[in-house]
RNA sequence: GGCGCUAUCGUCUAACGGUUAGGACAGAGCCCUCUCAAGGCUUAAAUACGGGUUCGAUUCCCGUUAGCGCUACCA
């Protein structure tokens, strides 16, 4: 059975670019009956911050994927030093008593690669541990093979096979000198302890795998099976970051912002995956049968996100299908929240009545509040009189209409099709087309021309809240 | 700079070496209609460039260009 992880590090936001490492992972582990593990990367205590480990949380629960097994790699220190000892043991590393500030200047080598510190590398183990034991602080090296030129091999299941000559791998820190494993070493021994079989994970960690097999290797352990990710990237081509890119690229504003989870799962799958076919809206069930390895592209994919809108389109049309399809009852009590974190009262029994009248109009949940504004305040917002005057009419036109409607409204039944029957007559009535009957209606009791249908408008609305609209739309027109 | 990876409509993508290069989103138009949506129909839009290999390249190979990634005692 294959064993994944996600392995976020706590220095930052969950973004959607490890939200979706992490789908992947989830996705494959279902797919195959295989274990989904999390492991928390915190071996750098110094940029690490309970807030971001909060976000993380946040956002995978949000998602609500779950996983199987839990691991803190800062639990797990004393397991990354056997392995460093072992692979020193095996003289396969070394110490650089370098001093950590000094190492600059040395970075450029005779072809711009830095390979080693002088001296360091080829210094008699004697020496080395005397500096040692006198208590000289020191970072421990991979000894890469340099004697003869050679090929680090591995195949990865999305780029295929993968060479790298030691010649242009430099030797990489496996502790820091305050004994801390670096990621390398610590992402190694976990992943072997854990018995890992598949790491799927970004492609920025391609040319590290090469660091990875040779660590494996000296550690005399099988290499798990490597599968690397397409990067997100932003619309002008770069990595998604928070510096650059602020916060269009939290999980925690997707979910601010009224996605549904499975919208953005759905959305997330579709970015450097495909199910072959022209399939685009799969189910979460869908998504773990038609999940496979060989389903990755290579090439990066950009999140089109812009500083108008910070939701790719695609994200939020996958949004928008999903409350239209989703059960009105659902969606009104998926709305209530929205609408009562802006400061709002309502009834559930009244959102019940608004969610079938916005919920193919809205494509996130937050919209909600721009959508049905005016069934949650007590006074319209001020809008121009003359808006109440319908195309090809004047204001006086207008003004029969709310009147009259303002008397039809007294006695009719406030039902869907009772108001649309007794407004109907009264249109015919007065000789009018419906639509001019309509429109002054529409903007007296809801402040404005675009908005739901008319009929469940007032009924959600009420008689008196709709006649005393009316009325105050009819004194707005007197003077014109 | 070195090394690695990538390259199909604006974006996400599909296409055993043989297709009028398909779909989706976004755009445009029409229909429906109490406005707006939703829905239906129609439309515009792509194989980066240059060489090979082949009867035939989007597809395989090489080069160019461009982009991205890595190049930390970060992950």
């Known amino acids: 059975m294959p064993r994944v992880r996600f392995a976020p590090s706590p220095t930052g936001f969950l973004h959607i670019g490890s939200a979706r490492t992490f789908i992947f992972n989830w996705l494959y582990a279902r797919h195959m009956g295989g274990t989904m593990i999390l492991r928390i990367d ?3 205590v110094g ?13 995978l629960r949000w998602l609500d994927l779950g996983w199987d097994e839990e691991y803190r790699q800062s639990e797990r220190l004393a397991l990354h030093q056997r392995m460093a000892e072992a692979i020193f043991a095996n003289g396969l590393a070394y110490r650089d008593f370098t001093p950590a500030e000094a190492a600059q200047g040395e970075k450029s080598g005779a072809h ?30 991979f000894r890469v093979p340099r004697d003869r030129e050679r090929q680090v091999r591995f195949t990865d299941c999305v780029y295929g096979e993968q060479a790298k000559s030691t010649a242009d791998i430099e030797d990489f820190a496996l502790l820091r000198s305050d004994g801390l494993p670096t990621y390398h070493l610590a992402s190694c021994a976990d992943d072997a302890d854990l018995r890992i079989s598949h790491i799927i994970r970004g492609q920025d960690h391609l040319t590290n795998t090469f660091k990875h097999v040779l660590i494996f290797e000296a550690a005399g352990v099988a290499a798990p099976q490597f599968a690397h990710l397409p990067l997100l990237v932003a619309p002008d081509g770069t990595k998604l970051s928070k510096r650059r890119h602020g916060p269009v690229v939290s999980v925690t504003t997707y979910r601010d912002a009224g996605f549904l989870p499975h919208a953005f799962i759905n959305f997330l799958c579709l970015l450097g995956w495909s199910p072959k076919d022209d399939r685009e809206r799969l189910t979460r069930q ?28 695609k994200a939020a049309h996958f949004n928008a299908e999903l409350i239209r399809t989703m059960p009105v009852e659902e969606l009104a009590e998926r709305l209530l929240p929205f609408v009562r974190a802006a400061g709002h009262q309502v009834e559930p029994g009244i959102m019940a009545q608004i969610a079938p009248l916005i919920q193919e109009r809205i494509k996130l949940l937050r919209d909600v509040l721009t959508a049905a504004d005016f069934f949650f305040v007590e006074e319209l917002a001020p809008y121009d009189a003359a808006e109440l005057i319908p195309k090809k009419g004047d204001a006086a036109l207008a003004l029969r209409v709310l009147e009259r409607a303002g008397e039809v409204l007294a006695t009719a039944d406030f039902s869907h099709d009772g108001l649309e029957a007794a407004l109907r007559q009264a249109a015919q009535d007065l000789g009018l087309k419906a639509g001019q009957m309509f429109e002054p209606i529409r903007v007296a009791v809801c402040g404005r021309k675009t908005a ?11 008689r008196q809240t709709s006649r005393k609209r009316i009325g105050q739309a009819i004194e707005k027109l007197k003077p014109i």
């Not at 940029?47 to 956002?59: D, Q, V």
């Not at 690669?113 to 090296?141: C, N, Q, V, Y």
């Not at 869908?286 to 790719?312: C, Q, Y």
Request: proline share 6%; glycine share 8%.
């Open 42 to 44: 915190d071996t750098d």
């Open 47 to 59: 940029r690490n911050s309970e807030a971001s480990l909060t976000s993380i949380y946040e956002g």
């Open 112 to 141: 711009g690669t830095w390979l080693f510190h002088t001296g360091m590398r080829e210094m008699a183990t004697a020496e080395s541990d005397r500096r040692a034991a006198a208590g000289e602080p020191f970072a421990l090296r």
């Open 286 to 313: 869908e998504l773990i049968d038609a999940f496979s390895l060989e389903g990755i592209n290579r090439s990066n994919a950009v999140v089109n996100f812009t500083e108008a809108d910070p939701f790719d389109p």
């Open 452 to 462: 739901p249908p008319l009929f469940g408008t007032l009924a959600a609305l009420g």
